[in-house]
């Protein structure tokens, strides 16, 4: 492999930048302009600019490509999983014991470290963000390396 | 001291666009012509952050100018980076696409003006979202994501597994076998070799 030292030590010190602002995006989403698919699609950039820079196997060893595989499914998982609990968990405030609706984040109120861990709505949203984060940034990246992965045939 | 004009950034960053697409279409080189469409979307993302939608422009920016021109990129590397001269005469196509395009032109002429209050996206489904929001989602301030994850999460569930769908999809088209001589074939193998030593063993104590 060719080495290009400008290029690979402007991208060490940009990526963890990309991955900082990646986070920022995913979990400041719910304040200002960002979310989920936002942040997936940023931080799985800064994994395909790493494979570019330093090759697939060097990407390879930050993201095993199993571990991605996996994650797609965990993601829509979480979201799915925190409809279904909404499901299961009794609503807030009402005299008899009624469980919520599918996706209604109201039920998942809890009284645990409140002002620091969201809770009822931001709880909700939070997780379902989440979900969306980790499914985006994993499907991004292992469409990339199904195509990176590829040699020319003939 | 006069007042910012949004005309000094509007009007520079379309004409790029225009002269982007057309150099999008006329470039013979196939890898200029990706950088071009790279190109396209970047300056797309900066259009989008004019028209005060950052969110989008966020996915511009990153779907459009970076991980789709990187995938057309890999692409290119399989195939071949010269465009075959067509023979085909451009005339037809030329007027296709004219009719389209001026068909287009005069849909956009009932459009509401950009920003309008009145226009029918901003009077339904219920302009009471924006007021009721802050207060349903117990403080949250951005509307568009209590929309998208809070009213409407069944919505995004579904579109979440639509990319999920997606992904798996490219991965049983073309996901590297295992025979195959890839890079990280080892890696991944050696992980599936042990797997099935381990069986053997297993199989070998009973």
């Known amino acids: ?154 | 001291m006069m007042e910012f004009q949004p005309w000094i950034l509007e009007i520079p960053i379309l004409a790029l666009l225009a002269i982007t697409a057309v150099a999008v279409a006329r470039v013979r080189d196939l890898w200029a012509a990706v950088m071009f469409t790279g190109i396209y979307s970047f300056l797309g993302a900066s259009w989008m952050l004019i028209l005060d939608a950052p969110d989008v422009a966020f996915t511009e920016a990153a779907v459009g100018a970076g991980i789709s021109t990187v995938l057309l990129l890999g692409t290119l590397a399989l195939t071949g980076k010269k465009e075959k001269p067509t023979t085909a005469s451009p005339l037809l196509p030329l007027a296709v696409v004219l009719v389209t395009g001026g068909a287009l032109v005069y849909g956009t002429l009932d459009m509401p003006y950009f920003g309008d209050p009145n226009a029918p996206v901003h009077q339904y489904p219920d302009p009471g979202f924006v007021e009721k929001s802050m207060h349903d989602m117990h403080g949250l301030p951005n509307v568009v994501t209590s929309v998208l994850a809070g009213y409407r999460g069944y919505d995004t569930l579904g579109e979440t597994a639509v990319i999920f769908t997606a992904g798996i999809a490219v991965l049983l088209i073309l996901r590297p076998n295992k025979d195959d001589d890839f890079s990280d074939a080892d890696l991944k193998s050696s992980r599936k070799e042990r797997k099935a030593r381990r069986k053997k063993r297993k199989r070998g104590r009973k």
């Open chain 1, 1 to 154: 492999m060719i080495s290009f030292p400008i290029i690979r030590i402007v991208t060490k010190l940009l990526i963890p930048y990309i991955l900082l602002f990646g986070l920022y995006v995913q979990f400041h989403g719910d304040f200002g302009p960002g979310g989920g698919f936002q942040a997936g699609v940023i931080i799985a950039s800064a994994i395909v600019l790493y494979s570019m820079v330093f090759g697939l196997p060097a990407a390879h060893k930050v993201a095993p490509p199993w571990v991605i595989e996996k994650l797609v499914a965990a993601g829509l998982l979480l979201y799915a999983g925190t409809g279904f609990a909404s499901m299961f968990l009794p609503r807030p405030n009402q005299d008899v014991a009624v469980n919520g609706n599918f996706l209604e984040y109201a039920a998942l109120r809890h009284n645990f470290l409140p002002g620091i861990l969201p809770t009822d709505q931001h709880l909700g949203i939070f997780l379902v963000e989440l979900g969306v984060g980790i499914t985006v940034t994993a499907v991004m990246i292992i469409i990339f390396y199904a195509f990176a992965g590829r040699r020319r045939v003939a």
